[in-house]
Structures are given as structure tokens and as C-alpha cells.
């Protein structure tokens, strides 16, 4: 395989199971930004660990950003539930099918504070590299925890 860095695009969304009753998958055109050993951004927006924290407004108890020449995996989660808050859980996890091509299976879930299970999708797509700059449809600033994730992970 090939070095992963670089610009890639969600196309081909598909969604594989969901419990919730209008799922909403991941956007095509969304795109991914890898250097060789992580996820960067995506859709403009810093997927960092503090980046995160700070835009969710609470502590992750749980990051994994794995990127190698071949696959790729990337986890969050946030839990305020003990506070009254919610769960949310963003996970991705990709392997090469060539030196353009990343197929991609993704989860997003959320759970309140007083719900009995949480709400999930679950979807697959590709990653396709893109050459150059592609224009963002937001501004990066903007986005909240919440959009990022729907836009890469799918709708709770």
C-alpha cells in the first residue's frame, strides 16, 4: 500500500442498520484530512483530543486515531449521563482496497441520561482520495461536536 496522507471524500454512503426511524447517513463529500499516522480533520473540522474535548464541552472518555499505510480507525466518546447529560459515540473503521480507495464502516450513537438503549446508525462508505483543495461548505468554526460527527459517522 501507499502513504494515506492526504485529502480524502466520503462517497457511496450506505446505511446498514439503525434503530432510529429517519436515519440520516454520513454526507458524501465530506472530507477527511490524514496525515501518515492519523485523522486530522474532517470536513475542516480538528479532530484532535483537546479540539474535541473543547467542543463538546465536557472530558472524551475514550479517543483512538490509528491511521497506517492501509487502515484506518477512529473512536470518540463523551458520557454526561451521570450529570444529566448524554453518551455519544463516533467510531470508524477502514481498510485500503487500493492506493485510492478506503471502504469504511461507520457507527454513531447517542444515548440520553433517562433512555433505556441508545440511538444508532451504523453505515458504510468509501473514502476516496481527493487531489487539491476541495471548498467547505461551513465554516470549520462553526460546527459543533454534533455536526462533525453526523456529517463523517451518520445521524443518532
Do not use: C
Not at 458520557?79 to 461507520?106: I, M, N, P, Q
Not at 458504510?124 to 459517522?153: C, I, N
Amino acid at each position: 500500500m501507499t502513504d494515506m496522507a492526504g485529502l480524502w471524500s466520503i462517497q457511496d454512503t450506505v446505511i446498514i442498520e439503525s434503530n432510529n426511524p429517519v436515519p440520516t447517513p454520513p454526507v458524501d463529500g465530506t472530507i477527511f484530512e490524514l496525515d501518515p499516522t492519523r485523522i486530522v480533520t474532517i470536513g475542516g473540522f480538528d479532530v484532535s483530543p483537546g479540539a474535541l474535548a473543547q467542543a463538546a464541552g465536557a472530558p472524551l472518555i475514550s479517543y483512538i486515531n490509528v491511521v497506517d499505510m492501509s487502515s484506518v480507525f477512529y473512536g470518540v466518546v463523551i458520557d454526561e449521563r451521570a450529570s444529566g447529560g448524554s453518551r455519544f459515540e463516533t467510531a470508524l473503521a477502514g481498510g485500503a482496497v487500493d492506493a485510492d480507495t478506503v471502504v469504511v464502516e461507520a457507527l454513531n450513537s447517542s444515548q440520553s441520561a433517562i433512555a433505556a438503549f441508545p440511538s444508532f446508525t451504523r453505515s458504510r462508505y468509501k473514502l476516496v482520495r481527493t487531489s487539491g483543495t476541495m471548498p467547505l461548505q461551513h465554516r470549520p468554526e462553526e460546527w459543533t461536536f454534533e455536526d462533525m460527527a453526523r456529517s463523517a459517522f451518520g445521524g443518532f
